[in-house]
Nanobody, 123 residues
């Protein structure tokens, strides 16, 4: 399985970005896709998760009502729409695939990871 993340960049506070993560090598039916982020000097943290078949989503409190995770079955791609961005959202964002497990807020639940895409929000 390969996960290719893209869409990061530099944006002013209050702006928007959409991240994409294209999966290849496996169908995603029945699995979960997540987004994590890691800021300099900080631990990796959970951002959002979506069940590929169910469409059920789950968000970290820090991004709820600002970020939206969605998937495109035909393109085998998961998206993270980020609105009302804040400087504290600055981080490298990673997409990840979980083949099983239940604790979707933990990185150890995920089996495959993308390479990360940098998001920088200026004040």
């Amino acid at each position: 399985v390969q996960l290719q993340a893209s869409g990061g960049g530099l944006v002013q506070a209050g702006g928007s970005l959409r991240l994409s993560c294209a999966a290849s090598g496996r169908t995603l039916s029945g699995y979960s896709m997540g987004w994590f982020r890691q800021a300099p000097g900080k631990e990796r943290e959970f951002v959002a998760r979506i069940g590929w078949s169910s469409g059920i989503t789950y968000y970290a409190d820090s991004v709820k009502d600002r970020f939206t995770i969605a998937r495109d079955n035909a393109r085998n791609t998961v998206y993270l729409q980020m609105n009302s961005l804040k400087p504290e959202d600055t981080a490298v964002y990673y997409c990840a695939l979980a083949l099983g497990g239940r604790d979707y807020g933990k990185g150890s639940t995920y089996d495959y990871w993308g390479q990360g895409t940098q998001v920088t929000v200026s004040s």
